[in-house]
């Protein structure tokens, strides 16, 4: 159950969150405006780095639900934390038969749910093979489905590092920079009676394209360019 508590705390992660990303990333976003405002959502991701649940949530007002590993609500402090910020846990990918049954409830109670399709994050950088399992959701589901693309996490922070690299707003850039690209809403009927592999395919271009115009919105000089709150209102 969200409470007023729950609202606030999320409130203040988020500006507070955003700001760290746009002063220690230049964090840039697009798009925000195709996230329906109310209503259930289905909002799938390409899968770069940790940072990626963050970075998507500080581009979208509307308050998101996340997936989260079993393992990160052992701590009873750090679950009740997360919990409030609108985590939910699930096995390891999240698309398996129990993190199916949780995005369908979270659905149903008309949340806008976050996924990464992926299972795990890349190795290389780029947008790898959508497990099957997001198929048997979105057969399920009459909800809008929104692609978003991620952009610099791989670079800032890789499975390699612990820490991440940071790109100060104030500095030349270090090749760090963030960006977020929010596509169209796609009706899940589209892809209903479509065969697995041909779904899959679609959706996997979706979410490349997406990540291109991320790719493309990060490198942009920041002299001359609109600024990440402009840009998305467009």
């Not at 697995?196 to 991320?214: D, G, P």
């Amino acid at each position: 159950m969200r409470t007023e508590y729950s609202w606030l705390l999320y409130e203040a992660g988020f500006w507070l969150t955003r700001t760290l990303l746009t002063w220690g990333f230049h964090y840039r976003y697009e798009g925000s405006q195709n996230v329906p405002r109310s209503g259930p959502v289905l909002l799938l991701a390409n899968h770069q780095s940790f940072l990626d649940p963050p970075i998507v949530g500080c581009a979208i007002r509307r308050h998101l639900c996340f997936l989260a590993r079993k393992t990160l609500f052992r701590n009873r402090f750090f679950a009740g934390l997360i919990r409030r910020l609108n985590a939910v846990p699930v096995d390891q990918e999240g698309i398996a038969k129990e993190g199916l049954k949780t995005i369908l409830e979270e659905l149903k109670a008309g949340q806008a749910v976050l996924v990464f399709p992926e299972g795990n994050r890349t190795h290389t950088g780029e947008v790898q093979l959508l497990k099957p399992g997001i198929l048997l959701l979105i057969k399920r589901i009459e909800t809008p489905i929104v692609p978003i693309g991620i952009a610099g996490a791989f670079d800032a922070l890789p499975r390699t590092r612990k820490w991440p690299k940071l790109s100060p707003f104030f500095l030349p850039t270090t090749g760090a920079d963030l960006a977020v690209s929010i596509g169209k809403p796609i009706p899940a009927a589209r892809y209903r009676d479509m065969p697995r592999e041909q779904a899959l395919a679609e959706l996997r271009e979706e979410l490349q394209r997406a990540k291109e115009r991320a790719e493309h919105l990060r490198r942009k000089k920041s002299n001359g360019s609109p600024s990440h709150r402009e840009k998305h209102r467009k």
